[in-house]
């Protein structure tokens, strides 16, 4: 009895020494901690005036956003770029926000002297540039952190064209970018 008292624990301890690691799934591949592409729907094609501020914002986009690491997408246009997992994305050149000037629409919000339209959705949130000279968005899942801050310097290359108080539409100067009726 004291033999069997002792090979017992012995025998499953070094039944599971001897499977640690291994299953019946196979072992996913290693990886070498890039992100694979995110797809994204590419920003209309750029007129001169776009793709020159484009170039001024995406020449000055962060490398690394916050503890986000720079993703590659799957997409044409140089003027979209992804970070992290699930992933941030930025396209400048966009259209309009369809909530701009809607009842509905959410407040504007305005983060590092940047106005931002945000549109909730289901599972994300796309916050657009409303008061620069191109509509620039960035797609955020409910629940990530914000963006917005580490991406408001890159933004600001562009100078503001209104205040909160044209965007929204009230009385004063209404520069094309800045109305809701662009």
């Known amino acids: 009895m004291i033999a069997t008292a002792i090979a ?13 690691g291994h299953s019946d799934e196979p072992e996913p591949a290693p990886s070498d901690g ?23 914002v995406f020449a000055k986009l962060p490398v690394q956003l916050g503890q986000l690491a720079p ?11 992804a970070w992290g997992e699930p992933a941030v994305v930025v396209r400048c050149g966009v259209a309009k926000p369809a909530v701009f ?13 940047v106005l931002w339209q945000p549109d909730p959705q ?3 949130t796309v ?12 797609t955020v899942l409910a629940g990530a952190d914000q963006p917005l801050p580490l991406l408001a310097p890159a933004v600001s ?19 094309p970018i800045c109305s809701a009726d662009r």
């Open 127 to 138: 916050y657009t540039t409303v008061d620069r000279s191109v509509y620039i968005d960035v």
């Open 71 to 81: 993703r590659r997408t799957d997409t044409d246009s140089s003027f979209v770029a």
């Open 34 to 56: 890039v992100l694979p592409a995110v797809t994204v729907p590419a920003p209309p094609k750029p007129d001169a005036a776009t793709e020159a501020a484009c170039v001024k």
């Open 157 to 175: 290359e562009l100078p503001a064209r209104c205040t909160a108080s044209d965007a929204a539409g009230n009385p004063g100067a209404k520069l």
């Open 101 to 113: 000037g809607t009842a509905e629409a959410a407040q504007l919000v305005e983060v590092n002297s």
């Open 8 to 20: 017992a624990p012995l025998t499953v301890v070094l039944a599971f020494l001897l499977t640690a």
């Open 122 to 124: 289901r599972d994300r």
